[in-house]
RNA sequence: GCGGGCGUAGCUCAGUUGGUUAGAGCGCCAGAUUGUGGAUCUGGAGGUCGCCGGUUCAAGACCGGUCGCUCGCCCCA
């Protein structure tokens, strides 16, 4: 393993890819805004306990994806997610108190995993959290600044919405008893991963891939008639709340979710675009989280989404800024160009200033950075006290008072 | 953790049934052009053929291992 090679499931984001990350996570916080969810920035690391006690631990991520570290007796973990470090900071900092609380957030995350198209061991995401709202007005909100977050990056029309419910726990332990009760029955039939997932997690059997595994799965009880009343009734209000906002959606009674914690609305905006990864933005409620790390019973609904597959589905990046680039002509010219580009940088013009080379040398480095315009200076000019400005694109040129040279750029778009 | 595909210049790739000094395009550097970029032409730099071992008179090519990338499974954003 050389050393001069980024970690395995890392990368370097360079300008162009940079410029599709801020455009995500740009576009993302402003579409957050606009419902009220305010930034907030958790640690990246945590005690490992924050993410044990909260994903259970069966789950992929904490049994083999969490990258663990033991530093002066204390056992850490690089944040696999943010849900279970936005909780902890919500009790720690006792903002209870102020709830409900609207959180966006944008940052890395880690996890352990063979990398793929779209799969990252570090990787970035973009959340938001309601936390402290009980009702079902909160999913829905937290639903459609979802979709709002992926129309402004334009790509709603790309995805699709798909939500299910996974009840109270009551619902929840009835169906969880039935469904197992069934699968049972099927044992021998059942894939060998299907096997371990009926010990663990035998809700993911619904989600096998596997073909023998649908078979069994297409009569296996049905989640809804293990539905209590409370918890169709909270079904029914996100969805209805959902229809009148015109958001699109369908019912998946397969969906379920791998961490634990979640009750109530599941819900994921899928794509086919990624290859063998489909979720683009996933979430749901969380009402036990908050009291299972030991704060007061809170309710809470969120989503998270993730910012590499997101740039991939982008069209465009947004634009590198073109500069005014400025090609001094002469030694005298170079040290006024010195000064001229600071003076052109303060008022908030992009200047570049080539660094060597004769004038024709300089104009292919203009011409390299894209730059809108090249600013020349030579003893002509300088003697007139003025400069010459030419329009890269369309090759015309004229003179232009150095006074007057700030106007004169800023015309340019 | 499991399975498939692929590793030749900065990038995209060619390289014949194993045969001498490993090529192209793009990009880069310089010149044609000492006050004018893009286009064109000329020249130049750049490679332990991923790495280690094996087979062979001879390996970029064949075999084994290893590392890396990639696609998929599991799981997930």
């Known amino acids: 393993?050389?050393?001069?090679?980024?970690?395995?499931g890392?990368?370097?984001?360079?300008?162009?890819?940079m410029r599709r990350h801020r455009r995500v996570a740009d576009g993302a916080r402003g579409a957050a805004a606009l419902y009220g969810f305010q930034e907030m920035a958790t640690p990246i690391f945590e005690f490992t306990d924050v993410f044990k006690r909260t994903l259970g631990d069966t789950s992929d991520i904490v049994t083999k994806e969490m990258y663990s570290f033991e530093r002066g007796g204390d056992f850490l973990t690089l944040r696999p997610?943010?849900?279970?470090?936005v909780a902890r900071a919500v009790i720690s900092g006792g903002l209870l108190q102020q709830a409900p609380l609207k959180y966006f957030y944008y940052g890395p995350m880690f996890r352990y995993e063979r990398p793929q198209k779209g799969r990252l061991r570090q990787f970035h995401q973009i959340g938001i959290e309601t936390i402290g709202v009980a009702e079902p007005l909160a999913d829905i909100e937290v639903i459609a600044a979802g979709a709002r977050v992926l129309d402004t990056l334009g790509i709603l029309a790309r995805t699709t919405l798909e939500i299910n419910t996974l009840g109270d726990s009551e619902s929840r332990t009835s169906y969880r008893q039935k469904l197992v009760d069934y699968l049972k029955g099927h044992e021998g039939a059942l894939s060998e991963d299907s096997r371990k997932r009926l010990d663990r997690n035998p809700l993911r059997v619904l989600d096998s891939k596997d073909e023998g595994d649908r078979k069994i799965v297409a009569n296996a009880p049905l989640f809804d008639d293990s539905l209590t009343?409370?918890?169709?009734?909270?079904?029914?209000?996100v969805s209805d709340g959902l229809t009148r906002l015109g958001i699109a959606f369908s019912r998946?009674?397969?969906?379920?979710?791998?961490?634990?914690?979640?009750?109530?609305?599941?819900?994921?905006?899928?794509?086919?675009e990624l290859g063998a990864q489909s979720a683009v933005m996933a979430g749901g409620r969380y009402d036990g989280l908050i009291e299972q790390m030991g704060g007061p019973a809170t309710p809470g609904v969120g989503w998270a989404a993730g910012v590499e597959r997101l740039s991939m589905m982008l069209q465009d990046p947004l634009p590198a800024p073109r500069p005014f680039a400025i090609v001094p002509i002469g030694p005298?010219?170079?040290?006024?160009?010195l000064t001229l580009a600071e003076e052109l940088r303060r008022s908030g013009i992009t200047v570049e200033l080539g660094y060597r080379g004769n004038m024709s040398r300089r104009m292919?480095?203009?011409?390299?950075?894209?730059?809108?315009?090249?600013i020349l200076i030579g003893e002509n000019e300088i003697s007139r006290n003025a400069a010459t400005v030419r329009d890269l694109d369309t090759g015309?040129?004229?003179e232009v008072p150095l006074q007057a040279l700030k106007d004169r750029l800023v015309q340019f778009r």
């Open 10 to 17: 890392t990368h370097d984001i360079l300008p162009e890819d």
């Open 81 to 85: 997610e943010n849900t279970a470090g």
């Open 332 to 337: 005298e010219a170079e040290t006024m160009a």
């Open 252 to 272: 998946n009674q397969r969906l379920v979710r791998g961490l634990d914690y979640y009750c109530h609305t599941a819900f994921e905006f899928t794509t086919t």
């Open 1 to 8: 393993m050389s050393a001069l090679q980024p970690v395995r």
């Open 396 to 398: 015309e040129q004229a």
């Open 229 to 237: 009343p409370a918890a169709r009734d909270f079904y029914a209000k």
């Open 364 to 374: 292919k480095a203009a011409n390299k950075v894209n730059a809108r315009a090249a």
